[in-house]
C-alpha cells in the first residue's frame, strides 16, 4: 500500500457521516505555517484524494483544521446553532515518509475526539 495521509469525519450527535465540512491542512516549520490545501469531505466524510498522496508525503509537522463549527451551523435542528466549537485543530507529526497515516475526528457541537487510524 502507498503512503498517504487520509482522514474521515463522523458526526457523533446525528449519528451520520459528517457531509461538507472544510477541512484544511498546514505544514509547520518551527513558528511558520503554510497551508497546503482546503478540502471538502464528500457524502461518506471522507476527502475525494488523500490530503498527501504518495508523491506529496514527507517527514515534518503538521495540522489539520476541522471546521466544525460551520459545519454544524448549517444543521437545522436549534440545539446545533450555538458555537462551543469552532476550528478543531489537529497538530501532528509524520515520522516516516513511506508509511500511511490516517487521522479520523469523530465530532459534535461540543466535544471531539482523535486517534491515528489504519
Not at 503512503?3 to 451520520?16: E, M, N, Q, W
Not at 511558520?32 to 506529496?56: F, I, M, Q, Y
Not at 446553532?81 to 469523530?106: N, Q
Request: aromatic residues 10%.
Amino acid at each position: 500500500m502507498p503512503a498517504k495521509l487520509s482522514t474521515h469525519v463522523l458526526d457523533t450527535a446525528h449519528g451520520c457521516p459528517a457531509c461538507d465540512m472544510q477541512i484544511e491542512l498546514w505544514s509547520i516549520t518551527g513558528s511558520h505555517r503554510t497551508l497546503l490545501k482546503t478540502v471538502r469531505t464528500n457524502s461518506d466524510g471522507r476527502t475525494d484524494s488523500p490530503l498527501l498522496a504518495p508523491e506529496e508525503m514527507r517527514e515534518g509537522q503538521f495540522e489539520i483544521i476541522f471546521g466544525v463549527g460551520d459545519y454544524f451551523a448549517q444543521k437545522s435542528d436549534a440545539q446545533t446553532k450555538a458555537r462551543f466549537l469552532d476550528h478543531v485543530p489537529v497538530r501532528f507529526s509524520i515520522p516516516d515518509a513511506t508509511a500511511s497515516y490516517h487521522v479520523p475526528l469523530l465530532c459534535s457541537p461540543w466535544s471531539y475526539s482523535t486517534y491515528r487510524g489504519s
